[in-house]
């Protein structure tokens, strides 16, 4: 696969997370959601941490939260660096096309997440009660590299009380699948089940 094609499979999934995200944040207030289908859900939440939106500031108490946004943001940028430099890599060394695709496809979802991450602070003022504005006069909500990511693809698939028969957890409510995600997060996650799933194609 061409640098080209690499290329142009990027700017795609930008443009689909990117669009995605700036019309659910100036049309949806946090916390709103349309169902699609009873299984599907467009939910508006924010991501200021990790996956699920866990922070670092959770697990080291003694950095704060802004101290630990910034971490974040910057780790991210130093991956995403390093994801990129892989991705030229086997481009110029014709590695497989899998290989290739699998690492075009996490580089745009870990971009596009960062783009949240580092310019949505400045670009948007909050959606607490409220449809964000874009540059507000007034200003963002945050400074560059403290943006939260904006997340709304959620799949409830089951949500109700298990059968008795079953052990352990029988007659307790259930949930399956409960977190929000975006297209970046879709990128991502199939990028890396590509290379778990053909790891012999991939790396050949």
């Known amino acids: 696969m061409s640098l080209k094609k690499s290329i142009f499979i990027i700017i795609i999934i930008l443009l689909i997370d990117q669009i995605s995200k700036i019309y659910i944040k100036m049309h ?13 859900k467009i939910l508006f939440v924010e991501n200021d941490g990790m996956a699920w939106g866990t922070k670092l500031s959770d697990i080291f108490s003694f950095i704060d939260d802004k101290s630990a946004k910034l971490i974040l943001t ?9 994801i990129g430099y892989w991705l030229f890599s086997v481009i110029k060394k014709q590695k497989t096309k899998t290989l290739i695709f699998a690492i075009s496809l996490i580089f ?11 310019f949505y602070g400045v670009f948007f003022d909050d959606s607490y009660g409220q449809v964000a504005a874009f540059l507000p006069e007034s200003g963002g909500y945050a400074g560059v590299f403290h943006g939260k990511v904006v997340d709304m693809l959620h799949f409830p698939l089951y949500n109700d009380i298990l059968p008795e028969w079953l052990p352990f957890f029988g007659g307790k409510q259930f949930s399956f699948f409960d977190p929000v995600f975006n297209i970046a997060d879709v990128a991502i996650s199939t990028g890396i089940g590509i290379l778990i799933v053909f790891n012999k194609k991939a790396f050949k």
């Open 28 to 40: 949806f207030q946090l916390g709103e959601d349309v169902a699609v289908f009873s299984w599907f």
């Open 108 to 118: 745009a979802g870990a971009l596009g997440n960062i783009l949240d991450s580092v």
């Open 74 to 82: 910057l780790f991210r940028i130093g991956a995403v660096s390093g």
